[in-house]
């Protein structure tokens, strides 16, 4: 277990591997006791909150791009098109998850997660920051987690 090193780095790290460390045991649990959304939905304060509020200039800026989104895993889901640049994108991201402004939907009546849509409030009017289709938020975050921390190691 031991101390943080880089508490950043090594908080991103460490929430990426508790996510596989489930992922691993997952199936030594019934379906209906399998709790791998809650876990990922827990797990957005380490990915997305908590860098976003401590080394944001180490947060990469690219445009997005179609491509940019497929390279990320996003081929299905949605991010609203006034998000041109990818850091404005975490930061809404995260006000979304800091302030609970999100809803799991299942698109039939067995409640599976099928989509999960974050949401900021704008003037008073609920505005759809990215709709994620579920199966492919965690190949999101991965690939955003080993950006961020490639970028805090190459610049500290």
Not at 14 to 34: D, G, N, V
Not at 50 to 69: A, D, G, Q, R
């Amino acid at each position: 277990m031991g101390n943080y090193k880089d508490i950043e780095h090594d908080f991103i790290d460490r929430t990426m591997k508790l996510i596989a460390q489930y992922e691993s045991i997952l199936h030594k649990y019934p379906f209906e006791q399998q709790y791998n959304y809650t876990l990922l939905l827990n797990c957005l304060l380490g990915i997305i909150v908590i860098p976003k509020e401590t080394v944001f200039s180490h947060i990469p800026n690219p445009i997005i791009t179609t491509e940019l989104l497929k390279q990320m895993g996003l081929v299905n889901s949605f991010i609203n098109k006034r998000y041109r640049n990818f850091r404005d994108l975490i930061r809404d991201l995260r006000n979304s998850i800091a302030h609970g402004s999100f809803e799991i939907i299942s698109n039939t009546d067995d409640f599976l997660v099928d989509e999960i849509v974050f949401t900021r409030n704008s003037n008073g009017q609920v505005v759809q920051v990215a709709k994620f289709e579920s199966n492919e938020l965690l190949p999101f975050l991965r690939y955003y987690a080993d950006w961020i921390k490639s970028n805090l190691i190459e610049n500290r």
